[in-house]
């Protein structure tokens, strides 16, 4: 079974940037479809960015394509999300959640696995 903990998260002001990282244990890491989601109070948990299993394919949401870029480095079990030009409607908790799987999904209920998440919060 994998477990997920991301990190990276903070407080800053709109257009600064910050990276977050998603830390995975598990043999199977390099086989698993990658996303973040992210949630802010009283809102529905929101599709960000997938990748897939070899890194070479990569889907993001319209609201942050252009600004945040998804990777992974599979040697060392990590995705991370670099978030570019933020602003204060990024502002959420941002969850790192894995597939066993080739396909790319953007909803949480094709995620088997998830972390625990890391605030972002976008001052203006």
């Known amino acids: 079974q994998v477990q997920l903990v991301e990190s990276g998260g903070g407080l800053v002001q709109a257009g600064d940037s910050l990276r977050l990282s998603c830390a995975a244990s598990?043999?199977?890491?390099?086989?698993?479809?990658m996303g973040w989601f992210r949630q802010a109070p009283g809102k529905e948990r929101e599709f960000v960015a997938t990748?897939?299993?070899?890194?070479?394919?990569?889907y993001y949401a319209d609201s942050v394509k252009g600004r945040f870029t998804i990777s992974r480095d599979n040697a060392k079990n990590t995705v991370y999300l670099q978030m570019n030009s933020l602003k204060p409607e990024d502002t959420a908790d941002y969850y790192c959640?894995?597939?066993?799987?080739?396909?790319?999904?953007?909803?949480?209920?094709?995620?088997?696995?998830w972390g625990q998440g890391t605030q972002v919060t976008v001052s203006s």
């Open positions: 959640a894995g597939a066993d799987t080739i396909r790319l999904y953007t909803t949480p209920g094709n995620y088997d696995y």
């Open positions: 598990g043999r199977t890491f390099s086989r698993y479809t």
């Open positions: 990748i897939s299993w070899s890194g070479g394919g990569t």
